[in-house]
């Protein structure tokens, strides 16, 4: 990576300080592991450094942003709000590149941090026996639901790549089904043990939540065995992850690359906030021009260039 280039970490941002504090702090120890690399955050909502000032201090000294969406699945924040920003600040900063690569997704590498959790919570148990124990992912929620869809796909594949009879999912707000029920369902038909697997980054004021609806449930279900997971954001897949994509395994083209929310798209479009013919600022001055031909917009787009 070029020295003028500065990563932006763009973080959820959560209510609790802890969240917040525990995002920074996976910068620092990611600016240890690469001292060369000039890294700063910044959160879309709840913090004091929010996307406007974040992108305006990456772009300041350097001729291009490249900004990382830390976030793992893309509803309205990522596939509108940052786009948003990102158009805003290339109109700020008309000498800089502002690259952007797709959020974190449910692909390969965070089904491995999650298969990793499930073993560890496996090992928990007295009787690790998953014909006996039920799973349930447990996922934040989001009213978009291509979001919620990703993370039933990692469900389905934690089913087929383990023996357990029951791998539900669940969400801890805005849609269903809600852990309680989950649980329900899985106690019915006959689990004697659950692992209960968060899909989070970091800390806040969910996990919290998710602590004390446990903690009822056991009580609830005295016959039940549990075994509680926790957010996984300094997990070293996680790190990994972010390398390949300032290391080029994805190829930021100063544009969105997670375009497949049609109903985002259509409501950006009507405001003008993702103009898919834009033109971003290259590096120090020189302009280029995207075509985005490949985006269809029918509701299923195709997308060859990634990974995952």
Not at 31 to 48: G, K, L, T
Request: proline share 4%.
């Amino acid at each position: 990576m070029n020295n003028d280039t500065t990563i932006l970490l763009v973080g959820h941002g959560s209510r609790g300080r802890e969240g917040n504090t525990e995002t920074i702090n996976f910068a620092a120890q990611w600016r240890e592991r690469h001292p060369e690399w000039r890294i700063e955050v910044c959160f879309i909502e709840h913090a004091e450094v929010l996307l406007a000032e974040g992108l305006d201090r990456a772009a300041r000294g350097g001729c291009k942003v490249l900004v990382i969406p830390f976030i793992l699945n893309a509803a309205g924040h990522v596939k509108m709000e940052l786009p948003a920003a990102i158009e805003a600040a290339r109109e700020r900063h008309p000498g800089v590149e502002f690259a952007v690569t797709r959020h974190l997704g449910m692909g390969r590498d965070i089904f491995a941090v999650l298969q990793s959790q499930l073993d560890r919570l496996m090992k928990q148990l007295a009787m690790p026996d998953p014909m006996t124990t039920g799973v349930i992912l447990l996922g934040r929620g989001s009213s978009d639901a291509g979001a919620n869809g990703e993370l039933a796909k990692m469900a389905r594949w934690l089913f087929e790549a383990n023996d357990h009879e029951l791998i539900d999912l669940a969400f801890t707000g805005v849609t269903w089904p809600r852990l309680e029920t989950a649980v329900q369902r899985q106690v019915r038909l006959g689990v004697t043990q659950l692992v209960i697997v968060p899909v989070y980054l970091f800390t806040g004021v969910l996990i919290e939540r998710i602590q004390e609806q446990v903690a009822r449930l056991k009580q609830q279900y005295p016959q039940v065995a549990f075994a509680l997971g926790t957010h996984f954001g300094f997990d070293p897949g996680i790190f990994a992850l972010l390398d390949g994509k300032v290391g080029g395994d994805e190829l930021p083209e100063g544009r969105m690359l997670e375009c497949d929310g049609c109903k985002y798209r259509e409501d950006a479009e009507e405001e003008h906030l993702h103009d898919h013919s834009h033109t971003a600022t290259g590096a120090c001055g020189h302009r280029h021009g995207h075509n985005h031909d490949h985006h269809h917009h029918g509701c299923a787009h195709r997308h060859s260039q990634h990974r995952d």
